[in-house]
């Protein structure tokens, strides 16, 4: 027999369903009571409903039921109809996809009615057991009776409490004061924005913030971490993805010496019933990664679903039904739980089961630690991998093949295994194990831990592929050039002026240029080498270069992997470049040591131009997760790719709007060829045909926290054509204008940087304001700007006359 018992809510009713699967026993009949979440104080009354499971045996299920303060009525309707009972059975009919649920898994012969008719006592007990377990910190709320000292926001929506269903949820229905205008054109959008604030926490240690949430309809959930002091929150977590039952998702909590709230912003969307709730928050010590699997939650591990073998939950208190399964690790006794996968259903060669952690929020490195037990069967392979954000595996251990000597002295015993962990980027560790047939055998795990130390003292440290970058600033940095097989990369600058480009990082600093000009033979190969880059391991490298006069362009740039002797090409320019920065991502995986090279190749003078390169930069991982980590920007950044990011047109004053452009302007000799950013993205520009001479357009922030010390904003602007205006930024703060910067006039035909510190200690908004000038050619553009706080570094590094002369 195994008993599973779930629950799933659609606001305000709450549905509860518990499975037992009767073998051959067709007279069982089910106990009178569901058990409860820890969250809730009793149990439910429970009828059954009997289904057939795809095995052909019988089940039967508790139909759903309404809570209400003190007593459960039963209902006519149906909880929803899926396929997943729990995310661990399949059971058509019955249940709802859920988080929140136990297996209880008993040997055939021990099923009889006197047993069967024990396991309320049991499940009531072990419910008991797990609640004292649980170890919670400040910031931890149910909401069963209030909301534990969080606060809504008064400048948007309330976040209202359910008392009879026990969340807090903000619900779809425009309101003109309560909502938002967002997007790009005439016809912006108006979006419900609920911001939830916790207390203020003071928790020095690492901690695991679990948040048990559904988004129904459509609507967006998002988690930051707020600092005193600071303009800007941090982002912790966020998602768009709407379900029918509650779900949970896990974020690790750095350590802090500042207090901080919990900011949660809830946006539901503008269909009917769309809605964003919460049911409950659980912050805990210890990373995420965590888990003695002891909590109804299981530490937000969940398993993948398989029609053959999956992960249970074994132990707790049908464990004393079951002599068969080992006693738990955490408490070595038969109340604790395990997790545990068997052999028995599986049906086909290479049956996998997975187990898979929460998602990592942050980079983490050190030792993963967990104790597992196999059975004395054989056929039975068990791994452990980490899957990033774009399914892609990575195996950190395999267990080894035992003899049979070895095992029977292991035989019952708990394996304690350490395993270095080395994740730059958000990744999934899976627990996976494979049968080749239904004598595999047995597999138990439990106690898994992770400590930011490495298991071992001659595991290296993380790489730091900061290394390889370069902007060229003031030097090469540690990248060489092998000079033998011809001409070298020159480092040179441009002053700002209105016939050719400059560099990408400021527009008036220093890149790499090789040009046939500068070449002192009719053809040359120049080679640019980076520094060495670890084998075994996914590099992305982003760099941006420019092309000129090139008559055939295959041979103009090209970048190759050198390991060893063996040299690889990696990626080849294809197109022109029109003169403009253009920026490329190219993963690579080496399996030894290798370095980058850059090659620009002119067989003849005549066919060829000038090939720039700047702002080389290699991360650790694929570049899609690079880009995925991109397309949701920073609070305080904006590059435009994807929308204003916050940023609204000053309708009151405008004479005209910002314009969200990819690609040059309309009108000639004016504004730029592309965007800063990539060169083939996007950018907000002011179009000066369709406004008259001294007419502007504002565009403002949102409004911003003040904060304790400076804060320092950059941006890039592009001021190019013969009548062009003025570029202004100001600080608005309780309608008192303060000027903080100013550009007048034809700056350049390159996107220039710019750096404004600022402090102000109370609510603001940066305005962007161009003013249009005395003709058409005037357009003004603005792109890639950041807010950050802290001080602005020292100022950009200016081109001087005689590096400026090598290539006019």
């Not at 009828?47 to 499971?53: G, Q, R």
């Not at 395993?419 to 990744?427: M, N, Q, T, W």
Request: net charge negative; charged share 20%; proline share 5%.
């Amino acid at each position: 027999m195994a008993a599973v018992w779930s629950y799933g809510q659609n606001h305000g009713r709450t549905h509860f369903s518990i499975w037992f699967e009767a073998h051959h026993s067709p007279s069982f009949s089910p106990p009178p009571l569901c058990p409860r979440p820890h969250s809730f104080s009793s149990s439910l009354l429970c009828y059954p409903d009997t289904h057939t499971h795809p095995s052909g045996e019988s089940a039967v299920c508790c139909q759903s039921v309404s809570w209400r303060d003190t007593q459960a009525t039963l209902t006519s309707e149906k909880s929803s109809k899926t396929n997943f009972c729990c995310n661990f059975l399949y059971f058509p009919n019955c249940g709802c996809k859920t988080y929140f649920c136990f297996s209880y898994f008993l040997q055939k012969s021990s099923l009889f009615p006197q047993r069967a008719a024990m396991l309320p006592f049991y499940l009531l007990t072990f419910a008991a057991t797990i609640q004292a377990y649980i170890q919670l910190l400040p910031g931890s709320c149910n909401f069963e009776s209030n909301t534990c000292g969080y606060t809504s926001d008064t400048d948007f929506m309330r976040w209202t409490l359910h008392k009879d269903g026990r969340f807090i949820a903000v619900d779809g229905g425009l309101t003109e004061d309560q909502s938002y205008e967002i997007g790009a054109g005439d016809r912006p959008q108006r979006e419900i924005i609920g911001v939830l604030l916790s207390p203020p926490l003071d928790q020095g240690e690492w901690s695991c913030l679990r948040l048990v949430y559904q988004i129904i309809g459509s609507g967006s959930l998002e988690v930051l971490q707020r600092m005193e002091g600071r303009s800007f929150d941090r982002p912790l977590w966020s998602s768009q993805a709407p379900s029918d039952s509650w779900v949970i998702s896990s974020m690790d909590l750095h350590n802090n010496t500042e207090p901080y709230r919990v900011v949660i912003e809830g946006k539901p969307g503008q269909s009917d019933g769309s809605s964003v709730a919460i049911f409950e928050i659980h912050i805990s010590p210890g990373y995420c990664l965590d888990c003695d699997f002891e909590e109804s939650h299981l530490c937000g591990y969940s398993n993948q679903w398989n029609a053959n073998v999956n992960w249970y939950v074994g132990g707790g208190g049908a464990q004393l039904l079951q002599n068969s399964m080992p006693n738990d690790h955490t408490y070595n006794n038969r109340t604790g739980q395990i997790m545990y996968v068997d052999s028995i259903y599986a049906k086909t060669f290479k049956e996998v089961a997975k187990l898979v952690s929460p998602m990592t929020t942050v980079p983490m490195s050190g030792c993963l630690n967990f104790q597992y037990q196999r059975s004395e069967e054989g056929g039975n392979l068990f791994s452990v991998f980490t899957r990033d954000r774009l399914g892609q595996y990575q195996e950190l251990w395999r267990a080894g093949s035992e003899n049979q000597s070895e095992w029977s002295e292991m035989l019952g015993e708990w394996i304690p295994v350490q395993v270095d962990l080395k994740a730059p980027y958000s990744v999934q560790v899976v627990f996976e194990v494979a049968f080749n047939s239904p004598r595999g055998g047995r597999v138990a795990l439990d106690d898994i831990s992770f400590s930011p130390e490495f298991c071992s003292t001659d595991t290296e440290p993380t790489f730091d592929p900061s290394i390889a970058n370069c902007d060229f600033e003031s030097g090469l940095c540690q990248y060489t050039q092998d000079q033998v097989m011809g001409s070298s990369w020159r480092r040179v600058s441009v002053k700002p002026n209105i016939f050719r480009n400059g560099d990408h990082t400021t527009g008036a600093g220093s890149f790499l240029l090789a040009h046939s000009w500068l070449s002192p033979r009719s053809g040359y190969m120049s080679r640019l080498i980076s520094p060495t880059l670890p084998g075994n391991m996914k590099y992305c490298l982003r760099f941006y270069f420019s092309l000129r006069g090139y008559n055939q362009t295959d041979q103009a740039l090209a970048v190759y992997l050198q390991q060893s002797s063996s040299q690889e090409k990696i990626w080849t320019q294809g197109e022109r470049s029109r003169g403009i920065w253009i920026a490329t991502d190219i993963t690579f995986q080496t399996s030894q040591p290798a370095k980058v090279v850059f090659i620009s190749t002119c067989r003849s003078f005549w066919d060829c131009g000038s090939v720039a390169l700047d702002d080389i930069s290699v991360s650790l991982g694929d570049c899609e997760l690079t880009a995925g980590l991109l397309s949701s920007p920073l609070p305080g950044h904006c590059d435009f790719e994807t929308g204003l990011c916050g940023y609204t047109q000053d309708k009151d004053t405008d004479a005209g709007d910002w314009e969200w452009r990819r690609g040059p302007t309309p009108t000639s000799y004016t504004g730029p060829r592309g965007d800063h950013t990539t060169g083939l993205g996007y950018y907000l520009h002011m179009e000066a045909s369709s406004m008259l001479p001294g007419q502007s357009v504002r565009l403002l922030s949102r409004p911003l926290r003040g904060s304790r010390g400076p804060q320092c904003l950059r941006f890039y602007y592009h001021m190019y054509g013969s009548s062009t205006g003025q570029l202004s930024v100001h600080l608005d703060k309780d309608g008192e204008d303060v000027l903080l910067w100013q550009r007048s006039g034809e700056q350049s035909i390159a996107w220039l940087r710019a750096r404004v510190e600022y402090q102000c200690d109370s609510q603001h908004q940066i305005v962007f304001e161009a003013t249009r000038g005395s003709s058409v050619r005037s357009d003004i553009a603005i792109d890639d700007i950041v807010l950050e706080g802290g001080p602005c570094p020292e100022n950009e590094i200016r081109a001087t006359v005689g590096t400026s002369n090598e290539i006019e």
